[in-house]
């Protein structure tokens, strides 16, 4: 189980510009590494297009696999954001979060300041937070 991850400030704040640049929708993306540490984003296209839920375009899932293996990287998160609630897992974030090999990263505009948590899959369901280090 993963205890930690590196992302530099600079993805994280794009992160947040993302987000809220996309407001009122949620954004969202995937994120690629190396050995635990957080290489670069991939900013997405919501094609939901709701502030409510997110879902990627397949063909651009796809596009963000090849680019990142092509740069010898491996996806290692994906991202969303909350646009008006905190960065904790909603009832359906737990239910389509399948993959327990990547985190998942959520930025809320909630609070008085952005911020970004990252969570794993737990092996009996749920998700517990990983700590981001950010570098």
């Known amino acids: 189980m993963k205890k930690e991850i590196e992302i530099p400030r600079t993805i994280i704040d794009a ?12 954004t969202c993306g995937l994120l690629a590494g190396t050995d635990g540490a957080v290489k ?3 900013p997405m296209e919501n094609a939901d297009h709701s502030p409510e839920h997110f879902s990627f375009d397949p063909r651009e ?10 740069e010898g990287l491996r996806i290692l998160g994906s ?11 909603s009832d359906e ?3 389509l979060a399948y993959d327990p090999d990547i985190l ?14 990252a969570f794993a899959r737990a092996a009996e369901g749920g998700m517990i937070p990983v700590k981001i280090k950010v570098i």
């Open 15 to 26: 992160i947040i510009q993302q987000a809220c640049d996309e407001l009122p929708d949620e």
């Open 40 to 42: 670069k984003r991939f």
């Open 79 to 89: 991202y969303h954001s909350h646009p008006s609630t905190p960065a904790r897992p």
């Open 93 to 95: 974030d737990i239910r």
């Open 61 to 70: 899932q796809f596009r963000v696999l090849r680019e990142a293996r092509a």
């Open 104 to 117: 998942y990263f959520i930025a809320s505009l909630a609070g008085e300041h952005p911020v970004v948590k």
